[in-house]
């Protein structure tokens, strides 16, 4: 048991470093909207790079975003019947959900996503407007990336959940399956 204790803590840790760097493109976005509103009623300025740049980091909040939100559950779920279960109950839901849907669909995502951003390097392909910015591959290199932590969260939430049903964890409040507990 002592090495899914610390399977389950490393996994945290990598997700808690995605929610990280969501907020950090976050407080990077708000600075980039601020400066590009400035610019343009301001000083007449529009910048297409800039509004290009405004939903890169909006893709990184979105999708670095995701792991951590499995993680501590801030993600949308139906719980109706779930927030009466015992914990032992809630630790099966999370456990076969995360090995049928959350695994097997962050790796669709990442065998997809890494042709996706592949195809993109292999084309050199870059923004279409003048002033845009270049090398859309970094971008969409994101995609299968935030797979693998998406991956990771998924294994997460089974190592939590194997805790869960051994009493040594327990989910933590009552719309709460995640690892603040």
């Known amino acids: ?35 590009d ?11 297409i790079g800039m509004q290009e740049m405004e939903w ?18 801030g993600h949308v779920r139906v719980d109706v019947f779930y927030t009466k279960w015992s914990n032992k109950a809630k630790a099966w839901v999370n456990l076969v959900g995360a090995i049928i849907f959350v695994i097997p669909f962050a790796y669709l995502i ?21 002033g845009g910015l270049p090398h859309r591959w970094i971008i969409k290199s994101v995609i299968p990336i935030s797979a693998v932590f998406i991956g990771i969260a998924g294994l997460n939430m089974v190592t939590y959940a194997i805790r869960v049903m051994s009493g040594e964890k ?4 009552e719309h709460s399956a995640g690892g603040l507990a």
């Open 37 to 47: 509103v400035v610019a343009r009623y301001a000083f007449n300025n529009v910048s």
């Open 110 to 130: 990442g065998v997809y996503g890494y042709d996706f951003a592949l195809d993109s390097y292999n084309m050199g392909e870059g923004s279409g407007d003048p």
């Open 1 to 35: 048991m002592r090495w899914i204790i610390k399977l389950d803590e490393g996994l945290a840790r990598l997700s808690t470093f995605c929610g990280w760097v969501a907020c950090v493109a976050m407080i990077l976005m708000a600075a980039n909207v601020f400066y």
């Open 170 to 173: 327990a989910y933590a409040g």
């Open 56 to 73: 890169h980091l909006y893709s990184v909040v979105f999708l670095l975003g995701i792991p951590y939100a499995l993680r501590t559950d």
